[in-house]
């Protein structure tokens, strides 16, 4: 009997993804035993499973089939506790332990802020979101959210206020600042060059990279920079076409996804989230844990809460192209003080996290 099951889709680089595995670390090092229960098994993160995790491959590759596997776990295991995290995910968990009739608590997490994720996103899962968490949601014994706007939002959908939590993702790790403190290689970061403006994230309509590379173009006719935005996805084609009318490509990178982003997040001048919406978004938190200087779209939700509403980096509208050369200037002029943000970013440590996730599953540390 398991004490705590993590449930996710599988193990790509999001987010999402690795406050999922972070807390696993916290909790085999509390002396817990987790199972990782994954529809599938390959994706970016894997490196960071713990190896005193018990990985359980459902081998089902599309959700909807996972459902007997699940089933069967749940009959088979019984563990005392389930965390599951994204919308399509937590619905499949809360339905699967009805099935199974096991007497297993399951905390549910939301990383977005659903009703505005149903309102710019394409995909049917997402536009469906608010309403099934409305009609499933309550059979959850708690409802985790990254944010107080996250928060807010569900109960404006007609969740009760007594089974939603706020907890902060665990974000400031050891092996983050490890990681951010490995050489870097790539020549943009050479003594001399010219500065580096960093993004991270999923190429996606979400992350609305067009607005920071339109921004850009405009930063770049009043003074010598460079774009670089870490990740992957299906904008890709998108992008690099915005890059070549715009006659930046010497200047702009996508290099794709990386193992360590934490070591050009600590080396890049200033880093800029351009998103249409969030839950709380890690990267920032990151940016800042290394003392990096940030801008931010003032989106729902989760950034004027992580900069206290401009206090720790400049927050702009949401694609508001103007707005954000203007910022981004403005920051690379007049950059706060690095350990005035590494200190800011200890709200958001693993051990706080960890303690406040094992009290929501209830869950005795040993």
């Known amino acids: 009997m398991p004490d705590i099951t993590l449930f996710m889709a599988g193990l790509g680089g999001g987010g999402a ?16 035993s987790v199972d990782l229960v994954l529809v599938k098994t390959d994706g970016p993160s894997i490196s960071l499973i713990p190896p005193q995790v018990r990985v359980i491959n459902l081998d089902t590759r599309r959700l909807l089939r996972s459902f007997p596997a699940l089933i069967s776990y749940l009959r088979k295991n019984q563990p005392k506790a389930l965390l599951s995290a994204m919308e399509d995910i937590n619905v499949v968990a809360l339905l699967c332990r009805c099935l199974a009739g096991v007497s297993t608590r399951v905390v549910v997490s939301v990383h977005n802020t659903l009703s505005v994720e149903s309102q710019t996103s394409t995909q049917i899962k997402k536009r469906l979101a608010p309403y099934l968490a409305k009609l499933f949601y309550p059979l959850a014994d708690r409802v985790v959210t990254v944010s107080q706007g996250s928060a807010d939002d569900l109960i404006s959908l007609g969740l009760s206020p007594e089974i939603v939590k706020v907890i902060y993702n665990p974000v400031v790790t050891p092996e983050l600042l490890k ?24 190429l996606d309509k979400q992350k609305d990279f067009p607005t920071l590379i339109r921004a850009f173009a405009q930063v770049k006719q009043q003074r010598p920079a460079r774009l670089m935005i870490l990740g992957e996805g299906q904008d890709r084609n ?24 934490f070591a050009y997040m600590k080396r890049s001048a ?7 919406y969030e839950g709380l978004p890690t990267v920032l938190i990151e940016a800042i844990a290394v003392g990096t200087p940030v801008v931010s ?25 103007p707005a954000m050369a203007e910022a981004i200037i403005n ?34 540390r040993r």
């Not at 003594?191 to 960093?198: A, H, K």
């Not at 779209?297 to 192209?321: F, M, Q, R």
């Not at 960890?354 to 929501?360: I, R």
């Open 331 to 364: 920051a690379l002029e007049n950059p706060l003080d690095s350990t005035l943000l590494q200190q800011k970013s200890g709200e958001f440590l693993l051990e706080k996290a960890v303690k406040q996730y094992l009290e929501v599953l209830q869950i005795a």
């Open 179 to 202: 990681k951010a403190a490995e050489p870097l290689t790539h020549p943009w970061f050479l003594p001399g060059e010219s500065p580096v403006i960093l993004a991270v994230g999923r």
């Open 17 to 32: 993804e690795r406050v999922m595995l972070y807390l696993a670390r916290g909790f085999v090092e509390k002396g817990l």
């Open 270 to 276: 200033l880093f800029v989230l351009s998103s249409l």
């Open 297 to 321: 779209t003032d989106c729902k939700s989760g950034p004027a809460e992580i900069l206290e509403n401009g206090k720790y980096g400049k927050l702009v509208p949401v694609g508001d192209i």
């Open 238 to 261: 998108l992008l690099e076409s915005l890059v070549q009318e715009l006659g930046l490509e010497k200047d702009v990178a996508l290099p794709g996804f990386v193992d360590n982003p």
